[in-house]
């Protein structure tokens, strides 16, 4: 069975700092990737999702991440946070078409002015 | 676009009582997925429909039921609830041409929150 850490749990940054929230999984096969934001007390939204293809994927709202296959990681990242990104954040993975969703524990991101 | 609706949005219920909840996925999604997400956790899948049959099963614990009906809507039924089961409850749906990555992207709806009493 496939799992996913996030290793940072808990996240402060201030505004315009820049944003890397690591995400490591653990499949031996083919894996599809994705980023969740949960704003509070709201439901999952995609940010952005990596199929095949170019490693590098960009989302919504300037976020990027890159998949790097020998380190079975998919690092999120954003150049320059806004006080808007404080959210919650869920790397999550499935291994084939219309298979479930296994989510990492989360990491609480916090941008301060 | 049409999103994953939910309802109730919000249910209190009493220990020992039952709850039903549905999921009204986007049009011609055929599949649906649930979660729970307990407080300050990650979501947890516990099952999910694919035509209207049952194509995978998680954490679901025996007190709870779920089917797809023929419209491709979802009820998940909870009874003997347990102080526990205090959750946001997720629907997802995919869907799209058969093959197609639109099967691998999940859209999820805003969640039902359940509190037991």
Known sequence: AQSVSQHNHHVILSEAASLELGCNYSYGGTVNLFWYVQYPGQHLQLLLKYFSGDPLVKGIKGFEAEFIKSKFSFNLRKPSVQWSDTAEYFCAVNTGTASKLTFGTGTRLQVTL | ?117
Not at chain 2, 89 to 103: E, I, K, Q, T, V
């Open chain 2, 1 to 117: 676009a049409a999103g994953v609706i939910q309802s109730p949005r919000h249910l209190i219920k009493e220990k020992r009582e039952t709850a039903t909840l549905k999921c009204y996925p986007i049009p011609r999604h055929d599949t649906v997925y649930w979660y729970q997400q307990g407080p300050g956790q990650d979501p947890q899948f516990l099952i999910s429909f694919y035509e209207k049959m049952q194509s995978d099963k998680g954490s679901i614990p025996d007190r709870f039921s779920a089917q797809q009906f023929s419209d491709y809507h979802s009820e998940l039924n909870m009874s003997s609830l347990e102080l526990g089961d205090s959750a946001l409850y997720f629907c997802a749906s995919s869907g799209g041409l058969a093959g197609g990555s639109g099967r691998n992207e999940q859209f999820f709806g805003p969640g039902t929150r359940l509190t037991v009493l």
